[in-house]
């Protein structure tokens, strides 16, 4: 049994217009992603600014409103549940894209990492306080770190608070939005590797969120590529980058800069073949409106969105 699963995942946003402010259009940010999350493993959405990446993990964890579509987490129907509902809110926690402004500035880490433990344990103060600097230390800090305020810590250091507030009570599911995309580039391997530690050490379920193909094929089983809020392609991390069928996919990854300068050029040649292919074959791949077709199966873990023949 999958650990999460997500059914036709629809998020529309009402667009208001008028001088009574009536619903005019909807954004329709998520309109019918499936998917399905080994435990254990890490799950990646992946698609340019604006395609729903955002929205959907925003939904699946409650912060967006569910138009239709259901999520389930370990079997049980979880579709726009309620705060109150504390054991999937425990189980699923959220990393957020940008160490800079999801830390409030004035707390102290003590009081950042021990939020969701007040939220959801009763502890002593003694008993709080031992077991933030258990986490911090999980996560590579000292403890005296436990007085500081984030503005005393680098980028990639205040990733790793974010880490430990997340991982704070001890969850199932973690879904990562965008990460690293705010750290320098040697930090964010820092903090990749990290993440998979932890993984590995907590048995930890990634659903992690990234417009950037590298950092997705370094961290992930399986992908979704989404474009305008439905998924043009999904499979394997092989699958999607051995063997990409979409025309979008295919101009994703031929995208890719190749760090062997003897192949540079190669590389730039077949990025133009793929360019010239998109441009010629674009309009096979998506419907009038410009959207994804449904997926078909193309193999057992590979899923591509073409036409139905027929
Ligand atoms: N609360 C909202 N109200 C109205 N429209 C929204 C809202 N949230 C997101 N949208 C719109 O939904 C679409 C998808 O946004 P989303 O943030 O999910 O994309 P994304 O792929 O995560 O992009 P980025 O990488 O830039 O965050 C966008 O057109 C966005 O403007």
Redesign the pocket.
Known sequence: MPILKVENLKVH?PIKGGIFGRTVDY?K?VDGVSLEIEKGTTYGLV?E???????TGRAIIGLNKITSGKVYFEGKEVTNLRRSRASFHRDVQMIFQDPYSSLNPKKRVLDIVAEPLRNFEKMSRSEEKKRVEELLELVGLSPESIVKYPHQFSGGQRQRIGIARAIALKPKLIIAD?PVSALDVSVQAQVLNFMQEIQKELDLTFLFIS?DLGVIRHMCNQIGI?YRGRFVEEGLTEDIFNNPQHIYTKRLVAAIPNIDPSKREESLQFRKEVDHEYKQSYANYFDEDGLAYNLQPISETHFVALPEKG
């Open positions: 946003f954004v940010a698609g600014s604006g395609s729903g990446k955002t929205t965008e417009h989404m």
